[in-house]
């Protein structure tokens, strides 16, 4: 083969899938990777609690500008639970998307 058929093959097909087993440690990776993913839900629970602790603050006492910062909070809160509650999912679902690009 030329050197121009291998690189086009090489960029068509490199021949490189994910599988378990090859490199040690993957199981203290996972549960490295778990325990961040539950530190961030367990702060995120934290900051909605406080975020919505201003907003109803600032409903109260008449300050708008505590009040739009509370409803930012608990938007960004809420957000940040889904991505991490979905991190498994979205990673999965754009992986097996990624398979499939020829």
Known sequence: MQLTQRI???AYDPGVRPREGGLPG???LKKVMGSINLFGIVAVVG???ISALVWAWG???GGHQA???GKKGVTVAAGC???LGAANGI????SS?????H
């Open 26 to 28: 993957l199981e203290v």
């Open 8 to 10: 086009q093959y090489l």
């Open 67 to 69: 009040e739009q910062n």
């Open 47 to 49: 900051a909605l609690a």
């Open 59 to 61: 409903h109260h006492s």
């Open 91 to 94: 990673v999965a679902f754009f």
């Open 81 to 83: 639970a889904l991505l």
């Open 97 to 101: 998307m990624g398979t499939q690009v």
